[in-house]
């Protein structure tokens, strides 16, 4: 093993940075069983380790002595969210090739200034349709019309690229098009509302009467993936088999197939994703009703327009209503037993056996 390779392994972040810094091989695969540096960072467990070897320039599909890829790897040990980092990865570079003009054209499709913001977009892990027009509201750059018709047009190109490269890349085309739709979905509203972005948020997050059930967002989402562009595709039509037999409001939700579709993560565990944002591990929950997590007081202060009305319901009998609802940190034993009592790393992480690839060794 290289130094980078135990630095990743052991999940020295700063041992990595250094290391690369001063020049180590990032694809070196001398290890006796061909495993490079980003394979033991998706063993290890560590996404800051994962991203910072693809940021490196490693590369996804190197295979080991058994044959394995570093995401079949870290997916072999039950470290998805490496593996989810690994399947996102889209590297700035090709994003970059967009903001330099192109044959006759004397304007490059993408300004600059908006590669950056467009590329953190692109490689997010959490596919909710709030957190992206979070991180759209975010970055001044983007709330503007001009730009996210630059950026919607430079997705569309990326899904085009992604379904005619010489090994079809379904998955990040379908990403790169649901990502397009939203960008243009935050478009229109910037355009046609008065409050814009906000406007977008609430409508996304706005419950049903009925049972609270956010129903414009689930059809938001199944309308992107009816709109992708190649019909043809293996991945579009199992996602229109799994999705298209449920009824709205019944699971699993489009957003659950889509997302389970395009970054590998397992089942959604109830009581570790944000109602309002998706992003995973939500400590915080409503001390009214206690019965939906949040990620931070921002987001339930996002969500609190709608939860309003079935917070009342979903309350203990003899818990005694406040005017306002607090946050309170969940207990790890109360996520635990919000999880049914079985996190599910523990579900599915396989047992060793004495088949199966060698595991590294120190
Ligand atoms: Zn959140
Ligand atoms: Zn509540």
């Not at 044959?67 to 994003?95: E, K, P, W, Y």
């Not at 977009?121 to 959490?126: D, G, K």
Request: aromatic share 6%.
């Amino acid at each position: 093993m290289t130094p980078l390779m135990h630095a990743a392994y052991k999940g020295k972040a700063d041992m990595c940075r250094l290391l690369l810094q001063h020049g180590a091989d990032v694809n070196c695969n001398q290890h006796e069983y061909g495993y490079t540096a980003l394979m033991f960072a998706g063993l290890s467990g560590k996404t800051d380790i994962t991203s910072m070897m693809l940021d490196a320039g490693a590369e996804i599909d190197l295979v080991n002595s058994v044959g394995r890829t570093a995401a079949q790897m870290a997916a072999f040990v039950g470290q998805h969210d490496c593996v989810t980092v690994i399947n996102n990865f889209f590297s700035r570079a090709r994003l970059e090739y967009y903001t330099r003009p192109q044959g006759v054209d004397t304007e490059p499709m993408l300004p600059p200034r908006l590669a950056g913001p467009l590329h953190k977009i692109i490689m997010t892990t959490n596919l909710n349709p709030v957190k992206i027009v979070l991180l759209v509201k975010e970055e001044p750059a983007l709330v503007d019309p001009w730009a996210l018709q630059k950026c919607s047009r430079v997705m569309e190109l990326l899904c085009e690229q992604c379904v005619q490269q010489q090994d079809m890349n379904e998955v990040l085309a379908m990403k790169m098009h649901y990502l397009g739709c939203v960008l243009n979905k935050c478009l229109s509203f910037l355009q046609n509302r008065e409050d814009k972005l906000d406007s977008l948020l609430r409508s996304l997050l706005r419950g049903r009467d009925s049972d609270g059930f956010p129903q414009y967002q689930e059809k938001f989402i199944r309308d992107c993936i009816r709109k992708f562009p190649y019909c043809e595709t293996n991945l579009l039509q199992e996602l229109v088999r799994s999705i298209a037999p449920v009824e709205i409001g019944n699971d699993p939700t489009a957003f659950a197939v889509l997302s389970q579709a395009l970054t590998g993560q397992m089942a959604f565990v109830e009581g570790d994703y944000c109602v309002t944002c998706g992003e995973k591990g939500a400590d915080k929950r409503c001390s009214l009703c206690k019965a939906v997590v949040y990620c931070s007081l921002a987001c339930q202060k996002l969500h609190w327009f709608t939860h309003k009305k079935m917070c009342g319901s979903m309350q203990d009998q003899d818990a005694k209503a406040q005017d306002t609802p607090k946050l309170k940190e969940l207990k790890a034993e109360e996520k635990v037993a919000a999880a049914g009592g079985c996190p599910l790393e523990l579900l599915s992480r396989p047992s060793t056996s004495s088949e199966g690839p060698p595991r590294p060794r120190d």
